[in-house]
């Protein structure tokens, strides 16, 4: 089974501060994803990439940044924290090239920015 | 561009019940389509997938039938449990949109016993 591992379950920072979200998959996976979930706007692509050291702005991006060094792991990066970066944090895997391949979960990083 | 919509909810049905939870799509390639559950302090999971127009996904009771004609792509359970309590997400993946997916809003589901 594919294993994606998102290095917390939940987080405190403070406002302005940088913020690292870890995610590592164990499967070999091309393609990884950054999504937040907040209530009633369901999960929204922050970014997304394809190969190590590429990346895809999602659709809301402004705040963030990414890193791909190995293909294995896929850091978020909230460069100055802020109160409205209060969020679910999900990230995923999945196989590239092929559309039918679902994508693969962690569990989530509660993150609350005070 | 790709977008799927779903039954708002919430829905509550006591243990037994026929669920249904609606799922239409618009998409410009010819998309995959997917259902994901999301149990309380989880992540999603893949519940069950269909590629092509007819097929029929299927997993713990769960059916979809992937509606080229209506664009649809339902999640029907004959009885429901109270452990299928959870927010469910259908979604597609098109090949010309580089390997990503779009997903709908998410459909909290409770069952009562």
């Known amino acids: 089974d594919v294993k994606v591992t998102q290095s917390s379950r939940y987080l405190v920072k403070r406002t302005g501060e940088k913020v690292f979200l870890e995610c590592v998959q164990d499967?070999?996976?091309?393609?990884m994803f950054w999504y937040r979930q907040d209530p009633g706007l369901g999960l929204r692509l922050i970014y997304f990439?394809?190969?190590?050291?590429?990346?895809e702005k999602g659709d809301i991006p402004e705040g963030y940044s990414v890193s791909r060094e190995k293909k294995e792991r896929f850091s978020l990066i909230l460069e100055s924290a802020s109160t409205n970066q209060t969020s679910m944090y999900l990230c995923?895997?999945?196989?590239?090239?092929?559309?039918?391949?679902?994508?693969?979960f962690g569990d989530g990083t509660r993150l609350s920015i005070l | 561009g790709d977008s799927v919509t779903q039954m708002e909810g919430p829905v509550t049905l006591s243990e037994e019940a026929f669920l249904t939870i609606n799922c239409t799509y618009t998409?410009?390639?010819?998309?995959?389509l997917f259902w994901y559950v999301q149990y309380p302090g989880e992540g999603l999971q893949l519940l069950l997938k269909?590629?092509?127009?007819?097929d029929k996904g299927s997993n713990k009771g769960f059916e979809a039938t992937y509606r080229k004609e209506t664009t649809s792509f339902h999640l029907e359970k004959g009885s429901v449990q109270v452990s299928d309590s959870a927010v469910y997400f259908c979604a597609l993946s098109d090949s010309t949109n580089a390997g990503k997916s779009t997903f709908g809003d998410g459909t909290t589901l409770t069952v009562k016993p």
């Open positions: 269909a590629t092509k127009a007819d």
């Open positions: 990439s394809y190969d190590v050291k590429m990346k």
């Open positions: 995923a895997s999945s196989l590239s090239g092929m559309s039918n391949q679902p994508q693969h």
């Open positions: 998409a410009t390639g010819y998309p995959s």
């Open positions: 499967m070999d996976h091309e393609n």
